[in-house]
């Protein structure tokens, strides 16, 4: 069955570190892969997305991920993250043929240590 | 409106009483979209809207649940007889025909008490 993975619940890391987000799937074929941010109060946003090519995509807010295929994993990185990405981060899997059916990871607490 | 608007922002009700959230889509956008999202829980598709096609309610949780599209623009969905297991925020979501990006509401935070 399609799955989507983020292993870790939350992750605190201090303001001006390094940050990675990690994102597993299960998917037969090559997916649409996706990451959204939901920072509190707001609704989901779109950080980035890849569909095909370039497996190591930018997205806003300084953020990028790598679509890895051999580790089916898309995570997500920041070199250096500042307070107001203190949020909670989600993973999506899409199919090709059918948007709307988005697979979602639960998922991942960015805490931001000052 | 610039982005999706939904309302009400938030919501408590007692057990048993139905309620309505509304959802006003992107201008332009054919495609809408309803999930669920419970306390530390992925988003849970309910209902997808497209054009003037059937929808697909292949995630509705009970007979419950029911949503409509009037116009093709604006969306309400429906939950008769409220459970406590209902609680959880409601996000609406709309995009253009084809496109694999999906824009979202700030959500509808339903309470069952």
């Known amino acids: 069955a399609q799955s989507v993975t983020q292993p870790d619940i939350h992750i605190t890391v201090s303001e001006g570190a390094s940050l990675e987000l990690r994102c597993n799937y299960s998917y037969g074929a090559t997916p649409y892969l996706f990451w959204y941010v939901q920072s509190p109060g707001q609704g989901l946003q779109l950080l980035l997305k890849y569909f095909s090519g370039d497996t190591l995509v930018q997205g806003i807010k300084g953020f990028e991920a790598e679509f890895k295929r051999s580790q089916s994993s898309f995570n997500l990185r920041k070199p250096s993250v500042h307070w107001s990405d203190a949020a909670e981060y989600f993973c999506?899997?899409?199919?090709?043929?059918?948007?709307?059916?988005?697979?979602w990871g639960a998922g991942t607490k960015l805490i931001i240590k000052p | 409106g610039a982005g999706v608007s939904q309302s009400p922002s938030n919501k408590v009700t007692e057990k048993g009483k139905d309620v309505e959230l509304r959802c006003d889509p992107i201008s332009g956008h054919t495609a809408l979209y309803w999930y669920r999202q419970s306390l530390g829980q992925g988003l849970e598709f309910l209902i997808y809207f497209q054009g003037n096609s059937a929808p697909d309610k292949s995630g509705l949780p009970s007979d419950r649940f029911s949503a409509e599209r009037t116009g093709g623009s604006v969306s309400t969905l429906t939950i008769q007889r409220t459970q406590q297991e209902d609680s959880a925020v409601y996000l609406c979501a709309s995009s253009q025909q084809g496109a694999s990006t999906i824009y979202f509401g700030e959500g509808s935070w339903l309470t069952v008490v």
């Open positions: 999506a899997v899409g199919r090709m043929d059918s948007n709307y059916q988005l697979i």
